[in-house]
């Protein structure tokens, strides 16, 4: 993406050791009254106002002409009433570092408002995710939510999915008390509103070619319409750019979403080693002394029954390796959480640089799960290479999945036996692994 040149607009009596500052950073008008700034043309990056011209009207009046940009006043104190969306930072706090992390801050708070006008109309809304809630979706929902000041009379937090399996999921909903609807497409059509998080409206189709909202960290995919959307691949989890809104809109964030929040972060980035950047780092340790801690250990060790962890075992036991990557088959499997589990698994082996872990979900079903080390090429990218046409494929940069009904690989293969499938699975992420063709992620 092509950087735009930053400009800067001030107002008032700044030292010229700042200007300077700012002058390396891009463009900087200055000038010494309010009417001479609402004269500028072209737009600006922030607008900085010196304090003594600073007034409840003059920024009513600024933010009226230049709705996008946000507005800093320097070097005050906080009146007693502040106007919304403008932030105050004493002077000694304008150094360089400082006011790119404010300006940061100031440009989501004004998303924030967007995004809190789109959806002030609606009765109900729905927050939608994908077919299988992970924690970082429930957890984005429920900031999503709170964000909004809504509550589960007037925001539903919903899925078109299967009932959830994975224990670790199934423990959060419960512990945290969270409210998550199975609904079925027929029921879009009651809400008024309607947000993505943690997905994009092509992966269910041709359902939502239109919706409200989407906030998500994978890449962009497919064509769409959203009044609101919030990209950031960047991120290691959707619950970090929750996490910022939540932030900058200066909203409390509660013992039970501080958790679910972390848990979130937690998960998609494995630990923050993963796919993890300081922007996931940084609200990791926001959340972390509002989390209850307690509650969180008690759903990372939620149990899986007897019989899957022996499922798991005989399928760890006849792993095999090929050109570097790990390969595990689980077989046929009720609940399908045992397949990214062998793939986790899979890719702390020593010398493995792919993990491929796959199993039959539902008699219906092939799903696969990839992890990588993460220097490697893309994950995601090479999933939906190798199964484009055939079933969902999608993901990040060192975790990816992908769903293929049998019914396309009996097409493909004659017979969709286990020998088959396995024999298919492994030639097809041998040439995908060691293929050059101009991959760049
Ligand atoms: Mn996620």
């Known amino acids: 993406m092509q950087k735009e040149l930053s400009r800067y607009l001030f107002i008032g009596d700044f030292d010229s050791l700042l200007l300077g500052l700012f002058s390396k950073r ?52 906080k009146p007693e009433e502040p106007p919304p969306y403008v932030r105050f930072v004493p002077f000694h706090k304008i150094l360089i570092e400082e006011i790119a992390r404010e300006e940061r801050i100031a440009r989501i708070e004004l998303r924030v408002e967007e995004l809190r006008r789109i959806h002030s109309e609606a009765k109900k809304m729905l927050i939608l995710l994908h077919d299988n809630p992970d924690p970082d979706s429930i957890a984005s929902a429920l900031a999503l939510r709170t964000l909004l000041k809504r509550n589960r009379q ?66 962009y995919f497919g064509s769409y319409k959203a009044r609101f959307s919030e990209i950031k691949t960047q991120e290691g989890a959707t619950s970090t750019i929750l996490t910022d809104f939540l932030r900058a809109a200066q909203v409390e964030i509660s013992e039970r979403l501080a958790t679910a929040l972390l848990y979130g972060i937690k998960t998609d980035t494995i630990s923050l080693n993963r796919d993890a950047n300081p922007d996931d780092i940084e609200a990791f340790t926001f959340l972390y002394p509002s989390a209850n801690l307690g509650l969180l250990r008690k759903i990372e060790r939620a149990e899986a029954p007897p019989s899957e962890i022996r499922l798991f075992g005989q399928a760890l036991a006849n792993h095999w390796v090929s050109d570097g990557i790990f390969f595990g088959n689980l077989g046929r499997v009720k609940r399908e959480y045992l397949i990214p589990k062998m793939a986790d698994f899979g890719i702390q082996v020593k010398g493995i640089e ?12 092939l799903v696969i799960s990839v992890r990588n080390v993460g220097y490697v090429k893309s994950a995601g990218r090479l999933v939906r290479n190798l199964f484009r046409g055939l079933g969902s494929a999608g993901g990040h940069r060192s975790s990816a999945k992908a769903v293929i009904p049998l019914r396309k690989i009996r097409k493909a293969l004659g017979k969709a036996s286990q020998d088959n499938i396995k024999r298919w699975v492994t030639e097809l992420f041998i040439k995908g692994v060691s293929e050059k063709a101009g991959e760049e992620s």
Do not use: C
């Not at 230049?66 to 070097?75: A, D, E, K, L």
């Not at 792919?354 to 079903?365: F, Y």
């Open 26 to 77: 891009g463009e900087v008008i200055w000038v010494s009254s309010l009417e001479e700034a609402l004269n500028q043309t072209g737009s600006f990056t922030v607008i900085m106002i010196e304090r003594g011209n600073f007034s409840s009207t003059a920024s009513k009046e600024l933010s009226t002409h230049y709705p996008q940009t946000p507005i800093i006043v320097s070097n005050g104190e």
């Open 354 to 365: 792919w993990s491929v872990a796959l199993g039959v979900v539902g008699n219906s079903h």
């Open 154 to 219: 007037t925001a539903m937090i919903g899925h078109l999915g299967e009932k959830i399996s994975r224990p670790e999921n199934i423990a959060m909903i419960d512990l945290l008390e969270i409210d998550l609807e199975k609904l079925v497409p027929g029921d879009i059509k009651e809400f008024d509103s309607i947000a993505l998080v943690d997905v994009q409206p092509p992966y269910f189709g041709d359902l939502l070619p239109e919706v409200d909202t989407v906030i998500d960290h994978h890449p």
